[in-house]
Structure formats: structure tokens, C-alpha cells
């Protein structure tokens, strides 16, 4: 069976000319040749020993080039390319194709069909021939690809740009093993492409996904689960859709980040005595629980609920303590070393925008409302429960690391501790990530906590099946470490010269020129590089059938219509008790 025909010459390019690994240069000799090139066109070459085996490559670059000097002053390498001498004028014309490339394509007999590979079975021999794929040869490759995709692990996620009737499947295993990233300006179609992700995924029986929402864009998605943040006015109310995270889930370095000033002088003394007092607490709570075996083996950083208000107490008292000395009463070991820490547990307390820490309703302070608030995240088997959209638009920028930060780490740890025959694999969607995961230099040390945490994730997440999908409009804003991590790459349209670069430092380097395209994409086509897709290509996303609630303002319409009166009076109140209800 023969997998490309090229008998009538009609599609012939030129001949190799110079090969250096994955990149190739083709002598082209005439310019009608040279016209059935584009850039960004795939190729393919004879490989001259394998029966029906050819090496496919994607145009990088077309070349006429006019060397009007004389012949021995031509470049080494060309000289012997000079073609069409326009005589008398000296002048010479080389007509060249650069290429990169992809992968090989073969009848197998034994499976009697033809693949597609990423790996080379070898380099093109030098003069072996080159041809451009078009119409029905570039449907028979098209049909390959597809083909090869459709299995029981791929997951379809648009259709080619060069062939918009070939279906692009990403292998679902691969895209997720080790992290994926989308990345693309604002309004390319991130949050479209997460959405048409997010539908896909929710009707495997058992997938699980959690998101975290910052503006609220997926929270009409009917086939996931809601849960947000409690803002200011919710405080103390409780509900399926409500998520605390009360402060004692906070482990020590957390704690300390957040109560203790290290600049301070008295800062170790600080550390020291928050961190008995709370050990103390935790284990006043383990006894009266009965809790022997945790009481034998918890740390600072266990999960145990404990008062904070008899924390405080405690260190009051040593803050105000006074001994008996020999002449008469004087100031204890601490006295006056807390003010300061004691005034920032205060205002952190009664500061409403970290309620959600502070001020849960008891019923969130049991013992056994940590494991409730983990089915609340984690459990993918009720009904509805695969994709769980957390929604953190009520939540101040400010504090945004902090929570989101929180929240990836007790999931990434719940599952660390799941027993591993019992772990199920969970993907974390971080859109908007260049909000809560920057970069760490100039952060606060709460920040900085936060980001460690997807760090972590990021470098450890894979061996305990816990995966990221980091999604961006800022890449050169997001911390590094994670995104280099990111192994599969969905790159939508892209203008910011340094988001360019950032992207093109995430690619192997014989892709780099592919990624000239990253500007002049349309809204909705991507770049998808990575292990999950058999060629790097350009898709067009299939549009998600229920859209995410980002729809672009359309500026000009919008204030050809009739409005009401403003109402800034509310929306100064709003802001004032920071909530929108
Ligand atoms: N696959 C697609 N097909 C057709 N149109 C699309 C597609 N994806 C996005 N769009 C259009 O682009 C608009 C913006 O898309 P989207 O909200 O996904 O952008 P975004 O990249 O998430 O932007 P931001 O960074 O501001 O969140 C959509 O409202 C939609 O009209
Ligand atoms: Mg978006």
C-alpha cells in the first residue's frame, strides 16, 4: 500500500542539500518550485532504505536569495548551489527551503496501518527527494495522525489548522502526567480552552479536576460543583457551597509568616513561645479527644483544631508576667517581648477579610470537619463532584496567594497520605496564574509560602498524582520554576514580546521557529507542543458547548444603549464592607 503518491512530479520541492539533526536545507531549482513552499506547510522526504517510510517536516523558512558577486567569492556552502547564472550580470540565484523535522510516518505490515512517530529512524540521505504535502497526500497524513490519536486515552481537543476536517486528539495521560500549560494574551481563549478541557473531562465517571476561579467565569458550568470563599457578610454562616479554611490548618511556616515580623529583635523568642503555646493546645485537644496514637506522634504542622483565643492568653500572660525576685516583684524572662506580636495576632483577627480563617462557624472547628471539608474538594464519585470550581472572586488580591496557596497544598498532601493503592489522579486548573503564582523575588514571606507550595507541586506532584494546568496571560510574570515544569504547552495567541520569549524557553530548540506564529494566530487556534500530541501543531479549539461567563465588553455597542442610572452609592458600600451581595 502506498502511503503518499507523488508520480506526476506536481508537488516535487527540490532535493537535500545540508542536514544538521532535526534541520534540514532544500535545494530548490526552479521558482515554480520554490512557489509550492510556505512557510509553516508540512513536507515530507524519501528515506532512501525503508520500504514506505518518509520523514515529515514543517517549513520554517523559504529563501530566494540573488548573489551578484563574482563566483569565487560565493560562500563556501552555496557555490556549488548556483543556479539559473543570469549571464552577464554576474548575478546568481539560490533558491532555498529551510525545514525542521517532525517525525516519520511507515506502513506497518504487521499492524496494517500506517503511524506516525516523534522519534527519526534516521536523517534524510544528502540529495534525497522532498515534497510538499497537499490536498489528498496531506488528507492521507491527516487521516494517519487522527487515527493514531483516536484511542481509548486520546482526548479531542479541536481540529488541525492545515486541515480543519482532521480531528487533533492530545493523549490524556501524557498532557497530564507532567503538567500542562495554556498561555495566551488576553481574550485569545484561555478560559474557553479550559472550559472545552473541563467538558471533556467531566464525563469520564471518575476524573477529578478542581479550579480555582478568580473571577468567577465558571460558576454557571452545570456539570461541576460550586464552592466558594466566604466573603465578609457570609461569616459565620454555614453550607455545602461554602469553603472556611480555619487557621489551624496552617502549618508552622505559614503561621509564622503570617504573626511573626523575623526583622524584629525579639523575633526568635517569638517563634518559640507561639510554637509552645500551640503544641501545648494541640495536645490539650489530642487528650481530651482520646486521640492516642496522633498524640504520640503529631508535629507543629498537624492539622489539629485549637483555640487561638487561649494561645493569645497564653502569651498575654507571659507578655505581663511578673516573679518574685529577692527584693520584691519583678518583670518574668518575656516581659513586654510579645507586645508587638500580641497587637499583630489582634489585628489579624479582626480584620474581616480573613474570616474565612478566623471567624468560621464552630460546627468547622471539630476534629473530624477537616475530613468533610476534603470530600467537599477532593471526591470525584457523588454526583456532579468531578470538576469542582472553586470561585475566589470575593476574595481581596492581596490575600489571594495566601488561600489559593492553602488550598493546593492540604489537597497536595491528602494525597500524598492517601494510601497509594487508594490515590486517584487529580489535576489542580490554576487559571489566571500569574495572580497567585508570580515570581517569588520582592514577595512577602506569606507569598512566598504560597508559591513554594505549587513549587513543590510542581518538582513532586507527579510521583503522587497530582497534576497542574497552569493557565496565563502573563507567562514572563509566573513563577518559573513551575512553568518550567510544565511539559505540554497550549500557546494561544501570544503579543508581548517577553511572554514570547518565556514560551519559547519552554520548547525544544528545533521548535523554536514554529513559534514565529505565536502573534498572528486567530482567537481560539493554539500552538500545542508537547509529549501528549503526536506532531506540534496549530489546533482550533473546538468551542465548549456551555461558555465560560468571560465574554469580552463590547465597548461601542454597550454605550449605544439605554442605561439606568448609575449606582455608585452601593458600590462605594460594597467596597466599603467588601462584598458584593
Ligand atoms: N475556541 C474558540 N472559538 C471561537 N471563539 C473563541 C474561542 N475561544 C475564545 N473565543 C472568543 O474569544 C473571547 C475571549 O475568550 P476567553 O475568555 O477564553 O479569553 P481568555 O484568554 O481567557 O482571556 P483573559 O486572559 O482575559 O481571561 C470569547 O468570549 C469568545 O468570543
Ligand atoms: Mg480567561
Not at 515534497?131 to 496531506?138: G, V
Not at 494561645?311 to 520584691?328: F, P, S
Not at 439606568?564 to 462584598?579: L, S, T
Amino acid at each position: 500500500m502506498a502511503l503518499f503518491e507523488f508520480e506526476d512530479n506536481s508537488l516535487f520541492l527540490g532535493t537535500v542539500r545540508e542536514v544538521d539533526t532535526r534541520k534540514v536545507s532544500i535545494l530548490v531549482k526552479t521558482d515554480e518550485n520554490l512557489r509550492k513552499a510556505r512557510v509553516g506547510q508540512l513536507v515530507c522526504l524519501q528515506v532512501a532504505s525503508g520500504v514506505e517510510t518518509w520523514l515529515i517536516g514543517l517549513v520554517d523558512k523559504v529563501i530566494k536569495s540573488v548573489i551578484s558577486s563574482p563566483i569565487e567569492t560565493i560562500k563556501e556552502n552555496t557555490d556549488e548551489d548556483k543556479h539559473s547564472p543570469n549571464e552577464g550580470t554576474g548575478e546568481d540565484v539560490v533558491n532555498t527551503v529551510r525545514l525542521t523535522l517532525l517525525g516519520t510516518t511507515r506502513w506497518s505490515a504487521f499492524l496494517h496501518s500506517a503511524t506516525f512517530s516523534r522519534s527519526l529512524v534516521q536523517v534524510p540521505d544528502i540529495e534525497a527527494q522532498c515534497y510538499a504535502l497537499q490536498d489528498k497526500q496531506l488528507e492521507s497524513f491527516m487521516n494517519i495522525l487522527s487515527a493514531s490519536g483516536d484511542k481509548e486515552q486520546s482526548l479531542a481537543l479541536g481540529t488541525y489548522t492545515i486541515d480543519d476536517s482532521a480531528t487533533a486528539y492530545l493523549d490524556g495521560n501524557k498532557f497530564f502526567q507532567r503538567h500542562a500549560a495554556i498561555l495566551g494574551s488576553t481574550g485569545s481563549g484561555k478560559s474557553w480552552t479550559v472550559a472545552s478541557l473541563l467538558e471533556r473531562t467531566a464525563k469520564l465517571p471518575t476524573s477529578n479536576m478542581v479550579v480555582f476561579d478568580l473571577h468567577g467565569e465558571y460558576r454557571k458550568l452545570s456539570y461541576a460543583r460550586h464552592i466558594r470563599i466566604p466573603g465578609p457578610e457570609e461569616l459565620g454562616k454555614s453550607s455545602e457551597e461554602l469553603l472556611y479554611l480555619p487557621y489551624w490548618l496552617l502549618n508552622a511556616d505559614e503561621m509564622q509568616a503570617m504573626f511573626i515580623d523575623s526583622s524584629e529583635f525579639s523575633a526568635h523568642n517569638q517563634v518559640m513561645a507561639f510554637q509552645n503555646a500551640v503544641i501545648d493546645e494541640k495536645k490539650a485537644v489530642l487528650t481530651e479527644l482520646n486521640k492516642n496514637e496522633v498524640l504520640n506522634a503529631f508535629t507543629l504542622d498537624s492539622p489539629i483544631p485549637f483555640s487561638i483565643q487561649k494561645v493569645i492568653h497564653k502569651l498575654t500572660d507571659l507578655n505581663e508576667e511578673m516573679t518574685q525576685g529577692a527584693r520584691g516583684l519583678k518583670q518574668g524572662n518575656f516581659f513586654g517581648q510579645f507586645s508587638r506580636l500580641l497587637t499583630r495576632l489582634h489585628s489579624k483577627l479582626s480584620d474581616k477579610r480573613y474570616g474565612f480563617l478566623f471567624h468560621a462557624p464552630e460546627s468547622e472547628h471539630q476534629y473530624d470537619s477537616m475530613a468533610a471539608m476534603i470530600y467537599k474538594l477532593m471526591d470525584y464519585k457523588s454526583d456532579k463532584s468531578q470538576i469542582k470550581v472553586i470561585d475566589f472572586s470575593e476574595v481581596p488580591s492581596d490575600i489571594l496567594p495566601i488561600i489559593v496557596g492553602l488550598v493546593a497544598r492540604i489537597i497536595y498532601q491528602v494525597q500524598f497520605w492517601t494510601d497509594h493503592e487508594k490515590r486517584r489522579p487529580l489535576v489542580m486548573v490554576c487559571d489566571e496564574a500569574h495572580l497567585y503564582l508570580p515570581k517569588k523575588e520582592g514577595k512577602n514571606p506569606v507569598e512566598q509560602r504560597a508559591i513554594e507550595s505549587f513549587e513543590k507541586i510542581a518538582k513532586e506532584g507527579r510521583k503522587y498524582g497530582v497534576a497542574l494546568l497552569i493557565v496565563s496571560q502573563r507567562p514572563s510574570d509566573v513563577s518559573s520554576t513551575v512553568l518550567s515544569q510544565c511539559n505540554n504547552v497550549i500557546a494561544l495567541r501570544l503579543t508581548n514580546g517577553s511572554d514570547q520569549a518565556t514560551v519559547k524557553k519552554l520548547m525544544p530548540e528545533s521548535l523554536e521557529s514554529l513559534l514565529d506564529v505565536l502573534p498572528i494566530m486567530d482567537i481560539g487556534e493554539a500552538l500545542v507542543v508537547g509529549d501528549s500530541v503526536l506532531l506540534p501543531s496549530r489546533i482550533k479549539i473546538s468551542e465548549p458547548l456551555e461558555k465560560p461567563l468571560s465574554a469580552t465588553i463590547d465597548f461601542w455597542s454597550e454605550w449605544q444603549k439605554g442605561a439606568e442610572k448609575p449606582d455608585y452609592v452601593r458600590a462605594v458600600e460594597n467596597m466599603r464592607k467588601q462584598g458584593r451581595g
